[in-house]
């Protein structure tokens, strides 16, 4: 029915062909109201997990809080910016969305294994720059799975339905976690904060597996849809050989740069390098339509990455105050050994 109505639309008409969409337009807006409903349970439950960490380390401390300010956009500012992350992810073709897929795995996969001891620091700062990434897996996973359904756009609303539902009830978590959390967590009378106060450091590790799983079916769904647009296997190694060789020397650049420069220059910096390379690879062997997409992909990363630099700085200092409450730690514990020893 809907493509009966779309048909009409005078869009082939007036607009080149690189401007038009890949899908119907209420598959691409339900698709992209998915992927914004993903960003925003993943910055809801992290923002969780920072603020349970950090009342955490004020009760070891019996210190004062130095950074329970971070609050999400609230309001209207905050709703603007959940409706433009899914227009962006409505406009982004399935193409482009899956070649930011495999980009980001390939980072993320690369990066956990040059780590080291800074794995924890990494994994927290991979999770808040896959915002973007997480929005495009869930819209390439959804056009993957869904392609060839008679009754698609009513799968599609299903969940659509179900993703606002668990954002929503993300989001009431964070503000219950951080307006009571506190209160509730002192005097045990909360189920909700009680269950966070006895297991919330599990918190973490759910968000991991949880990405992980997203993430391979979205390189599987990615793989079968950039496959799709070439005729022969030549046509295809013509492709993924500049990719590879292309994301290879890219990721060993960031890595670099990841050490040098402070976290929030450094997440910026990689945004701009990997999609200008994703750019400059599309203008050699793409088309118009996915420089396009590559240009909005551009808007979609700064408007997860910008209202989410608390979250940045965060875990780059995580680490810090981590080192300096072991250190007042063994500073305490050092005089006792002493007087133990001059007791002997």
């Known amino acids: 029915m809907f493509s009966f109505i779309t048909s009409f639309l005078p869009t082939s008409y ?15 807006l339900l698709q992209g109201l998915v992927g914004a409903c993903g960003i925003s349970v993943l910055c809801s439950l992290l923002r ?11 009760k070891n401390e019996n210190g004062t809080s130095s950074s329970g ?20 992810l409505a406009v982004v073709g399935s ?22 001891p800074d794995s924890r620091k990494f994994l927290q700062q991979l999770l808040v720059q896959s915002q973007f990434s997480l929005g495009c897996a869930l ?39 951080t307006a009571l959390y506190k209160l509730h967590s002192s005097h ?4 909700i904060c009680i269950s966070l106060l006895t297991s919330g450091w599990y918190l973490l590790p759910v968000l991991c597996r949880t990405m992980t799983i997203t993430f391979s079916v979205a390189v599987l769904a990615g793989v079968s849809i950039i496959n799709q647009q070439f005729l022969s296997a030549t046509e295809a190694l013509r492709f993924w050989t500049p990719l590879t060789i292309c994301y290879t020397l890219l990721v060993v650049y960031m890595q670099e740069e990841q050490h040098r420069l402070p976290s929030s220059q450094a997440v910026i910096n990689a945004v701009v390098v990997r999609l200008g390379g994703l750019m400059v ?4 062997v793409g088309r118009w339509a996915d420089v396009f997409h590559i240009l909005m992909c551009f808007l979609g990363e700064a408007s997860c990455l910008f209202p989410a630099n ?35």
């Open 14 to 28: 007036f607009l080149p062909g690189w401007l038009t969409l890949d899908a119907n337009p209420l598959d691409g």
């Open 48 to 58: 969780v997990h920072l603020l349970l960490e950090e009342s955490s380390r004020e």
């Open 69 to 88: 300010q971070r609050r999400p956009a609230n309001g209207v500012a905050g709703l603007l910016q959940f409706f433009f992350v899914t227009g962006i």
């Open 95 to 116: 193409r482009v969305a899956s070649l930011v897929v495999l980009e980001f795995c390939l980072r993320a996969v690369s990066g956990l294994v040059t780590a080291g």
């Open 139 to 177: 819209s390439c996973s959804l056009n993957f799975l869904h392609e060839g359904a008679p009754q698609r756009w009513l799968c599609l609303l299903l969940a659509a339905a179900l993703s606002w539902f668990l954002a929503r009830q993300a989001a009431a978590l964070l503000r219950h976690v």
């Open 188 to 191: 045990n009378y909360c189920g």
């Open 281 to 284: 690879l599309m203008l050699t």
């Open 310 to 344: 608390d979250l940045l700085d965060a875990a780059s200092s995580q680490d810090e105050e981590d080192y300096t409450h072991y250190a007042r730690r063994d500073r305490r514990q050092k005089p006792r050994t002493h007087q133990k020893e001059h007791q002997r």
